[in-house]
Nanobody, 123 residues
Framework: QVQLVESGGGLVQAGGSRRLSCAAS????????MAWYRQAPGKQRELVAS???????HYADSVKGRFTISRDNAKNTVYLQMNTLKPEDTAVYYC?????????????????WGQGTQVTVSS
């Protein structure tokens, strides 16, 4: 069974930095795209950044130049380095990954989500 476990959330002052990590575990054959989403209170979940298995990245306009997504394929881990944080970055951050894994009889590909980690930026 595949699991995504996030870490690194917490309280940070505006202008500060935070690094989120998300590690995938289980009977994994391969991981395609990985991404970070966030959901603020009363708002829809939105894509923050994504990275392909080859390292191509995409960012939401609101975080371009401040956030950096990266991955360590050997560790099945994706990171989100967040700099110059703003109060509007406050949200629950979720990791997402498209993973091919063993289900006991085959190797299906599915989208998996982490449990979320809270990031709160104080002004």
């Amino acid at each position: 069974q595949v699991q995504l476990v996030e870490s690194g959330g917490g309280l940070v002052q505006a202008g500060g930095s935070r690094r989120l990590s998300c590690a995938a575990s289980g009977s994994i054959y391969s991981i395609d795209a990985m991404a970070w989403y966030r959901q603020a209170p009363g708002k829809q979940r939105e894509l923050v950044a994504s990275i392909t298995s080859g390292g191509s990245t995409h960012y939401a306009d609101s975080v371009k130049g401040r956030f950096t997504i990266s991955r360590d394929n050997a560790k099945n881990t994706v990171y989100l380095q967040m700099n110059t944080l703003k109060p509007e970055d406050t949200a629950v951050y979720y990791c997402n990954a498209n993973i091919t894994s063993w289900d006991g009889s085959s190797w299906p590909s599915s989208s998996y989500w982490g449990q979320g980690t809270q990031v709160t930026v104080s002004s």
